[in-house]
């Protein structure tokens, strides 16, 4: 291949849907699709989490830096590419279900005003942000907006209410102790503060062109996306039979626990489970116990008619992913998941 004929643009082409779209020449391919409103499915954008893979069905592509655990040496022999990190060398043909028939609300960046900050346990800040009048952002419940910090640093956290409760956005802050933002949003912060933000992103929103029945899996504060993809659920009358598993390490983690009780009595379809895997004595847990994504395995052995919305710390969403797909029959790419490289990254 001459140096003259990876120069671009490139023409990409999105099977079964046949969505295509161009990249510029040294241009990775979701950036491109980002760019140009093509729903490809993504989580981190640097490489780590594995979301964006899928198989490439022609063309030859060159991957910048990535981590081995979201593509192995492996499955780039065998075809697959992380869209991320792939710069195309020639047109390409990539492989992917879950790319979204309608286009990608624009991304945009605006200013931010702290407008409410809420304590809702030792180490969980509700931070609620307004948003320019006249500049609303659309997203689709589950996506996230990311701060760019002062140093061009940038922290991603997903909104924790649908589109219809805003036109803020509420966002779920764990304390991660020596991170430069948590720690200045559990010490420092201030109502009125200006933060830039820059958003929508992400993949993560409910498929509305299935009837299938769901299963909801979070950890921690992986319950912002799933909150309000329940927030959308519930203003779409949108009734699905759906069962949350929300887990904590002990209960004071699942700190909007009654927010979700009374979802699920206003919510006919709605079952919401909470695991807990470290209660002390002194908490009286009488609930269900052990890791969150094996008490989904106990109880729907079979998930082959399911599909699956995931979020919460990469061990439990990638445990998930792995055993449901292995042990459980359910289609890989019924499987939807917001997986953080790190806390200290997202949410």
Request: aromatic fraction near 6%; proline fraction near 5%; include cysteine.
């Given at each position: 291949m001459t140096a003259a004929s990876a120069e671009g643009p490139f023409q990409i082409t999105v099977q079964p849907s046949g969505r295509a779209f161009s990249a510029n020449g040294g241009e990775a391919i979701l950036p491109a699709a980002i760019r140009q409103g093509i729903g490809l499915?993504?989580?981190?954008?640097?490489?780590?989490?594995?979301?964006?893979?899928?198989?490439?069905?022609?063309?030859?592509?060159?991957?910048?830096?990535?981590?081995?655990?979201?593509?192995?040496?492996?499955?780039e022999a065998a075809g697959y590419v992380l869209t991320c990190c792939a710069v195309p060398q020639t047109d390409v043909v990539l492989e992917s279900r879950q790319v979204t028939d309608e286009?990608?609300?624009?991304?945009?960046?605006?200013?931010?005003?702290?407008?409410?900050?809420?304590?809702?346990?030792?180490?969980?800040?509700?931070?609620?942000?307004?948003?320019?009048?006249?500049?609303?952002?659309?997203?689709?419940?589950?996506?996230?907006?990311?701060?760019?910090?002062?140093?061009?640093?940038?922290?991603?956290?997903?909104?924790?209410?649908?589109p219809h409760n805003g036109p803020g956005v509420e966002l779920h802050i764990r304390h991660m102790p020596g991170g430069k933002f948590t720690d200045h949003v559990f010490s420092a912060m201030k109502e009125k503060e200006i933060l830039r933000v820059e958003g929508p992103f992400g993949s993560f929103f409910l498929r509305e062109d299935s009837d299938k029945p769901m299963i909801l899996l979070a950890s921690g504060t992986g319950f912002a996306p799933i909150k309000a993809l329940i927030e959308h659920m519930q203003a779409k009358s949108i009734t699905r039979r759906t069962v949350l598993y929300w887990g904590g390490r002990r209960p004071i983690d699942l700190y909007m626990h009654e927010w979700m009780v009374a979802r699920a009595a206003e919510m006919p379809q709605l079952t919401y489970v909470p695991v807990i895997s470290n209660a002390l004595p002194e908490d009286n847990w009488t609930g269900r116990t052990g890791f969150v994504?094996?008490?989904?395995?106990?109880?729907?052995?079979?998930?082959?008619?399911?599909?699956?919305?995931?979020?919460?710390?990469?061990?439990?969403?990638?445990?998930?992913?792995?055993?449901?797909?292995?042990q459980c029959g359910l289609p890989p790419e019924e499987f939807f998941a917001d997986s953080f490289t790190s806390e200290a990254d997202k949410h």
């Open positions: 499915p993504y989580g981190c954008k640097d490489g780590a989490c594995g979301s964006c893979k899928c198989r490439k069905l022609e063309g030859s592509v060159v991957h910048g830096t990535h981590q081995a655990k979201a593509l192995s040496a492996e499955e286009s990608a609300f624009p991304v945009k960046k605006m200013p931010s005003r702290v407008s409410s900050l809420e304590k809702v346990s030792p180490d969980v800040m509700v931070v609620r942000l307004q948003l320019p009048a006249n500049d609303t952002m659309r997203y689709h419940a589950g996506q996230y907006i990311e701060f760019i910090l002062r140093d061009g640093a940038r922290r991603s956290y997903s909104m924790a209410n649908a994504h094996k008490a989904v395995m106990e109880d729907f052995p079979d998930m082959s008619g399911h599909q699956v919305y995931a979020c919460g710390a990469p061990i439990v969403v990638d445990s998930a992913r792995a055993e449901y797909t292995a």
